[in-house]
């Protein structure tokens, strides 16, 4: 009898099998350019001087209530110099934080081409294993 798959395990074991690389080889990338978007909670954990960045359109509104903060300007807030983030341990971090790079959207699995292992086909194996369960799988 083979073992049902959780899907919720299998996007945490995606995630983690990059940690070495992400650390090692890409430190951090995608704190460092693009835009995280952030919920108005999420923005008083993430930005220390919310008002100077609204000033400044580092942090804009978005259409849908939400924050996006233009990450290549300075890079996230919370990321430190040896590219380990500040809040990681925080439950109330950002939920795209804790997600990236690999998305479950209905019945399909984002990758995001914003992730250097994705890029280079460090989670190909996972994506072959995630179409097997049935899912679609889509790239940004």
């Known amino acids: 009898m083979q073992k049902k798959i959780n899907i919720d395990e299998l996007l945490e ?4 099998s990059m940690s070495d690389f992400c650390m090692q080889v ?4 995608c704190c460092r350019r693009g835009f995280l978007p952030l919920t108005s909670q999420e923005v008083n954990i993430v930005v220390p ?9 580092v ?3 978005s259409n849908d209530g939400r924050f996006l903060l233009a990450l290549g300007v300075f890079g996230c807030p919370q990321l430190q110099k040896d590219s380990k983030c500040r809040i990681w341990n ?5 939920a795209c934080c804790g997600e990236f ?8 699995i984002l990758f995001s081409n914003r992730c250097r292992a994705v890029v280079e086909g460090h989670l190909d194996t996972y994506k072959q294993k995630f179409k097997e369960l049935g899912y ?3 790239e940004e």
């Not at 925080?90 to 950002?94: A, E, F, I, V």
């Open 49 to 57: 001087n919310k008002q100077e960045l609204i000033k400044s359109k």
């Open 136 to 138: 679609k799988i889509l």
């Open 101 to 108: 790079p690999v998305f479950e959207r209905s019945e399909s």
């Open 90 to 94: 925080n439950p109330n971090r950002p």
């Open 26 to 29: 890409c430190r951090g990338m």
């Open 13 to 16: 074991e995606a995630r983690y």
């Open 59 to 61: 942090l804009r509104p």
